[in-house]
């Protein structure tokens, strides 16, 4: 089965721009994860889908993160405006189940860098 | 909550050693445990789990961890390292059932 996919795998903006990041989840994986790993710090939970509906968004840092889900299928999650601190490497992750009944399935990551 | 700690942030180990990465966890009841690694340009594979039952797990690419509770540990071995095992390595535990908290890694460099 293919894996779970993120792109680009790299993306460098500048202050203020915007930017969208793509998930595409393993196929019949309803649950879908955002983390985000920060320069020198622990991987941090940002949301989690069920199918289409946002379950828990408590991790994302502000309203310039807007995370989508149309469809049930596959993610967006773009960062408007983007600031310094945003830069790090955005892990998308997607399971059949929930965390302790089914293992999480991670992508390669997207390693955003903002100047 | 679950909430988990790697001491170590980096280690060096000879092709051949062996290796043991350590990872605390703080929690009252029987703690959900996993590892996870992440090789450069990959994204992260889970390694192996503990829920319960017998402490000592075994996982993919010749690892296994032991859960002890006495010391509050969950701690990651390789008898043996090969140069593809170098990699980070993270300890993680539910939040909740759908939220995962890891600790802040571990890097290993193998050196031939």
């Known amino acids: 089965e293919a894996g779970v996919t993120q792109f680009p795998s790299h993306s460098v903006i500048e202050k203020g721009q915007t930017v969208t990041l793509r998930c595409d989840p393993i196929?019949?994986?309803?649950?879908l994860y955002w983390y985000r790993r920060v320069m020198g710090k622990e991987i941090k939970f940002l949301l989690h889908?069920?199918?289409?509906?946002?379950?828990?968004e408590s991790g994302m840092p502000n309203n310039r993160f807007l995370a989508e889900r149309t469809g049930g299928t596959y993610s967006t999650l773009k960062v408007q405006p983007a600031e310094l601190e945003d830069s790090g490497v955005y892990f998308c992750?997607?399971?059949?189940?929930?965390?302790?009944?089914?293992?999480?399935?991670f992508g390669n990551g997207t390693r955003l860098t903002v100047t | 909550a679950q909430s988990v700690t790697q001491p170590d942030i980096h280690i060096t180990v000879s092709e051949g050693a062996s290796l043991e990465l350590r990872c605390n966890y703080s929690?009252?009841?029987?703690?959900?445990l996993f590892w996870y690694v992440q090789s450069p340009g990959q994204g992260l594979q889970l390694l192996l789990k503990?829920?319960?039952?017998?402490?000592l797990v075994q996982g993919i690419k010749g690892f296994e961890a032991e859960f002890k509770r006495s010391q509050s540990s969950f701690n990651l071995r390789k008898p043996s390292v090969h140069w593809s095992d170098a990699a980070e390595y993270f300890c993680?535990?539910?939040?909740?059932?759908?939220?995962?908290?890891f600790g802040a890694g571990t890097t290993v460099t193998v050196r031939a």
């Open positions: 196929s019949g994986h309803d649950n």
């Open positions: 889908f069920v199918k289409e509906s946002k379950q828990d």
């Open positions: 929690y009252g009841a029987t703690p959900y």
């Open positions: 992750a997607s399971s059949q189940a929930g965390t302790r009944n089914s293992p999480l399935h």
């Open positions: 993680a535990s539910p939040f909740n059932d759908y939220k995962l908290s």
């Open positions: 503990y829920f319960s039952g017998d402490t």
